[in-house]
T-cell receptor
Framework: GDSVTQMEGPVTLSEEAFLTINCTYT??????LFWYVQYPGEGLQLLLK?????DKGSNKGFEATYRKETTSFHLEKGSVQVSDSAVYFC??????????????FGKGTLLTVNP | DSGVTQTPKHLITATGQRVTLRCSPR?????VYWYQQSLDQGLQFLIQ???????AKGNILERFSAQQFPDLHSELNLSSLELGDSALYFC?????????????FGDGTRLSIL
């Protein structure tokens, strides 16, 4: 079945540091790939997405490129802020039956940014 | 604000009891999904509805059931509750359930079984 593997945290960085959170996936067909972010006490928010190979998703300074050859979708940000502290989830949509799709999530990576 | 509304935010109950979680999708979204988030299992897909019909099942226990009503809101019913059912339950919605459509999540219902 489909699976997503992302680097285990926690990740602790100083403000303005460079961030990379690795994500690799296993899926049949051509999944769409997503990064979601979960702030403390809140639900998941869509951060960015990519729907086909070589697409780059970007939002709020975060970027990720859909690499089919390496089955990866690593999240990067050039300069993190304290407000970026949250749990980040990599996810893909794969078929759940027929023409229906469901999200398969990685285990999440806790990011803490210190001032 | 994702536009997905879940109630209640918190539920505390005892083993053996039954609860109902409610979800209102974003305006215009026809597909509703339920997910369970727990420390040991992470985020797991439970079930999907599209325009009132069940479309797909994931790791949903037989003690759990769901439905989507004509006004598109959905309810997740959990019965004969066990300690292990304590988790955060999320509802998500999307326009039509297609592969490239993002799912938008509510803030979740935290269920605690005592």
């Amino acid at each position: 079945g489909d699976s997503v593997t992302q680097m285990e945290g926690p990740v602790t960085l100083s403000e303005e540091a460079f961030l990379t959170i690795n994500c690799t996936y296993t899926a049949t067909g051509y999944p769409s790939l997503f990064w979601y972010v979960q702030y403390p006490g809140e639900g998941l928010q869509l951060l960015l997405k990519a729907t086909k190979a070589d697409d780059k998703g970007s939002n709020k300074g975060f970027e990720a490129t859909y690499r089919k050859e390496t089955t990866s979708f690593h999240l990067e940000k050039g300069s993190v802020q304290v407000s970026d502290s949250a749990v980040y989830f990599c996810a893909l949509t794969g078929r759940s039956g027929g023409s229906n799709y469901k999200l398969t999530f990685g285990k999440g990576t806790l990011l803490t940014v210190n001032p | 604000d994702s536009g997905v509304t879940q109630t209640p935010k918190h539920l505390i109950t005892a083993t053996g009891q039954r609860v109902t979680l409610r979800c209102s999708p974003r305006s215009g979204d026809l597909s509703v999904y339920w997910y369970q988030q727990s420390l040991d299992q992470g985020l797991q897909f439970l079930i999907q509805y599209y325009n009132g019909e069940e479309r797909a099942k994931g790791n949903i226990l037989e003690r759990f059931s769901a439905q989507q009503f004509p006004d598109l809101h959905s309810e997740l019913n959990l019965s004969s509750l066990e300690l292990g059912d304590s988790a955060l339950y999320f509802c998500a919605s999307s326009v039509d359930g297609l592969n490239n459509q993002p799912q938008h999540f509510g803030d979740g219902t935290r269920l605690s079984i005592l």
